[in-house]
């Protein structure tokens, strides 16, 4: 009995383990553009805001509420991205080529993270 309840026990944990919330971090930094995306995946329902920081500084988004278990955040300088709902971030956000991200939810309390990412470097964008 002791046996079976271990194993029930153990079962349980692992189907909680496999439920938890879980982060995914990207960016991408360019000589006049920063950008970073933030995806929470497991979530319980409930309003989330990502809080982003490289180089010292930190940059929150509003909260937003998950749709089914995720949420999505994105971070960038980019006016038209800015624009079309993207948290505002400075052109030289990105130091050291990678920023640290975490998920809090409505009480302030971190969910999951900090996660760091290496950022992908690329040249600027040529104006035509």
Known sequence: LTTTLGA???LTLASFAAQAADVAVSCEK???RSRASVDGNNLADGSYRAIVSSGGVRV???FQSADGDEAEFDFDSNPA???AGAQAIGNNFIVG???QAALFDSAGQMVVGPVSASCRVRSPIKSR
């Open 81 to 83: 991205d800015i624009a």
């Open 60 to 62: 929150a988004s509003g």
């Open 97 to 99: 080529g990678a920023v």
């Open 30 to 32: 360019r000589s006049n």
């Open 8 to 10: 029930i026990a153990a």
